[in-house]
């Protein structure tokens, strides 16, 4: 109950302001944003059951549909929304920018769609487009890229920070072996938010005894620049000869410090992982510069928004946490807290699948 | 008078007639669905920018120039008002900040085009690039969204319990100024002899340097002005806010039949097309057309925009001929 306190503290205080200033600056809707969340926590954990009807109509909305990602992703939403036997569909714009989906959202509201899953271009903008959605009685699910919490249902998160962080550490190290030894990390920018909460958890995990052999002896930043990134390579190369193997944390690095790799002697000796994608990696996977790297399957992704959107819609589930639905395939999953439903840990690629996967 | 008459039965009546056909389209494809106020609505809301936008560049087309600049400019705008809102301006000293900023930007075109003697073409392709980039200097790859609520309020409502966005209210109210100056004034009327003939203008006492210049002003603050609405309609300033816009507006304009040498046009002609522009899209995306036929669509209207009433003024010419009929060449001022 502190929080509900704090809450109303802020509240009577941002209304002191409002009355009290004469202009409207950052500060005040930073204080009113901060007040705000008090009000959307009321909604209590109600009960879920009932059947998932049939016949909804559940709409995709991609960033961008000429993306393959994202036609892996929808295609596996159109995979559950048609084992729920629910009407799919796939609309988006050409282009990302950040206005580009909301005469999407529009036109999806007017045709009186069942649910929405959205992967926002921006944050913010597609959030009064969505509201007049919801109020029109629609129900909103983000994937792969979240919208602010009043513009959704659900949110269904690929990517628990933790997961990524820990499991590239423990890729890492099945690599290398039990003998360890010096290892980097090559990041995108010093201040890139996600990297760095992954990097800290990779930093955690390698405190735990398991990796005692193991010594993290640089974090070097490519900047998210293929040749930053190329050149950061080599230098880790360099100022380490022994070292046995580098994680990076960024699609860019990745590539780059596997191009490096692959041209030089270290090639193989030096283990190389991170995140990326098969289409990218594809070739280093085959000639053995990279062993395996991970991200998350986005076919999956769509599948368990497409679950998730067909049970908000039947109204089995309301998005509060603690609430539980089924996703086919992939069994049971749960609301978390501020409505986000995790994926689970990512999928781990090398030669042995890589070729099932194209995007 | 009658030179308006005889200018609404060449272009701007197939503007016209291309527009009803959307609605037909929309309304028989789509039904209640396309007809209903919330649709309205959203084809009214999402033609907001290109249309305050283009009732300045009509007068500058007009007067046969052209600034391409305007979707920069509008860019440039959201990025200077995050900025400005990041360091603890007030919103209401923000928005005239940003409307003289973009006059300024207007200016330096004005400056180039007619002091200097630069073609507007290579004069505005140069300074769309470059507002561009500075609104990527000023804020980066950031979006400011946390504006306060009155504002997002505004640009996402509608007018006095209508189905009506109050954007698009600004703009009636604009359209209503902006066609009184060009089709009721002696500036009209002199934007209208300049463009048709620069030199003759010049020599019957039009200062068309001056005028120019003060267009490109106009342009660049309303061009600001359509950053604010788009910075507040979707809740976000980005330095990417309209990459492209331009090409829509110069569409919207030239499809109403505003010539693209100059001296010809019709603010009304103008409207329509904004609003078949807005009519189609919406009804194809209600009809589930893919964003690239959207894409398609648009460029064919761009292209029927140039084309159509320069075929028209042939048939025309040609159907006189036939008749035997050889008017006088009448001035396009009247």
């Excluded at chain 1, 890729?171 to 010096?182: N, V």
Aim: glycine residues 10%; negative net charge.
């Amino acid at each position: 109950m502190a929080i509900r306190n704090k809450a109303f503290a802020a509240l009577a205080l941002t209304s002191l302001l409002g009355v009290a200033a004469c202009g409207s600056t950052k500060e005040d809707t930073q204080k009113e944003a901060a007040a705000t969340p008090a009000a959307t926590e009321e909604g209590g954990a109600a009960a879920g059951g009932g059947e998932i009807k049939e016949g909804l109509k559940i709409a995709f909305l991609p960033k961008q549909i000429n993306n393959p990602y994202f036609t892996i992703s929808d295609k596996g939403g159109e995979d559950a929304v048609n084992a729920v036997k629910g009407e799919y569909k796939r609309v988006g714009p050409s282009d990302t920018a950040a206005s580009s989906q909301v005469s999407y959202i529009n036109t999806l509201t007017t045709q009186k769609q069942d649910a929405i899953v959205i992967s926002a271009n921006d944050a913010n903008a597609v959030v009064p487009a969505l509201q007049k959605a919801k109020a029109a009685g629609i129900k909103v699910v983000t994937y792969d890229s979240d919208t602010a919490p009043e513009g959704r249902d659900l949110f269904i998160n690929q990517a628990a920070a933790e997961d990524l962080g820990r499991s590239q550490v423990q890729l890492l190290a099945k690599q290398i072996g039990p003998e360890g030894g010096e290892i980097a990390i090559l990041s995108a920018t010093p201040n890139a938010t996600n990297q760095n909460t992954w990097i800290e958890f990779m930093e955690d995990e390698l405190k735990k005894p398991e990796y005692s052999k193991f010594k993290l002896v640089k974090i070097a930043y490519g900047n998210d620049d293929d040749q930053k990134s190329f050149e950061e390579t080599q230098g880790l190369l360099q100022a380490y000869p022994d070292l046995k193997g580098i994680i990076s944390p960024t699609t860019v690095g990745i590539a780059a410090a596997a191009r490096y790799l692959q041209g030089s002697d270290a090639k193989g000796k030096v283990k190389l992982t991170g995140l990326g994608t098969p289409n990218q990696l594809r070739d280093f996977v085959k000639d053995g510069t990279i062993e395996g790297f991970e991200l998350w399957d986005p076919g999956k992704l769509g599948y368990l928004a497409g679950y998730a959107a067909a049970a908000l819609a039947s109204g089995t589930i309301t998005g509060a946490e603690g609430e539980k639905f089924t996703a086919g395939d992939l069994g049971e999953r749960e609301v978390g807290k501020n409505g986000e439903v995790l994926l689970g840990p990512p999928t781990v690629f090398d030669a042995n699948n890589i070729d099932d996967f194209d995007f | 008078m009658s030179e308006v008459k005889t200018r609404l039965a060449r272009w701007e009546t197939v503007t016209v007639f291309l527009l009803l056909v959307a609605i037909l389209y929309g309304a028989t494809t789509s039904g209640e669905d396309f007809l209903s106020g919330g649709n309205l609505n959203s084809i009214l809301s999402d033609i907001s920018e290109i249309a305050i936008i283009a009732l300045p560049l009509t007068l500058i087309i007009v007067a046969a120039e052209i600034d391409l600049s305007v979707a920069s400019v509008l860019g440039l705008t959201s990025a200077v008002m995050g900025y400005l809102w990041n360091h603890g301006w007030a919103m209401e000293m923000i928005i005239p900040a940003v409307l003289v900023m973009g006059a300024l930007a207007g200016a330096l075109n004005g400056v180039l085009v007619t002091r200097l003697g630069l073609p507007s073409l290579a004069v505005t392709i140069g300074t769309l690039a470059m507002y561009r980039g500075l609104a990527y200097v000023v804020l980066g790859d950031q979006a400011v969204a946390d504006f306060p609520q009155q504002f997002t309020d505004w640009g996402f409502g509608t007018f006095a319990g209508t189905q009506i966005p109050n954007p698009f209210v600004l703009f009636i109210v604009l359209a209503i100024v902006f066609g009184v100056v060009l089709h009721m004034t002696g500036i009209g009327r002199s934007i209208f002899a300049m463009g048709a003939n620069e030199e003759a203008a010049r020599f019957s006492g039009i200062r068309v340097k001056r005028i120019k210049f003060w267009l490109f002003v106009v342009t660049g603050a309303m061009a600001s002005l359509a950053g604010v609405v788009y910075a507040f309609r979707f809740a976000s300033a980005r330095a990417d806010n309209g990459v492209g816009l331009e090409l829509s507006v110069v569409a919207v304009v030239l499809l109403g039949g505003v010539s693209i040498f100059g001296g010809k046009g019709h603010l009304l002609g103008v409207i329509c097309a904004m609003l078949l522009l807005g009519t189609l899209r919406n009804a194809l995306t209600l009809n589930d057309v893919s964003a690239e036929v959207l894409t398609i669509v648009t460029g064919s209207l761009l292209l029927l925009s140039v084309l159509g009433p320069s075929v028209t003024a042939r048939v025309r010419e040609a159907l006189r001929r036939g008749r035997g009929v050889d008017p006088p060449p009448t001035p396009t001022t009247t």
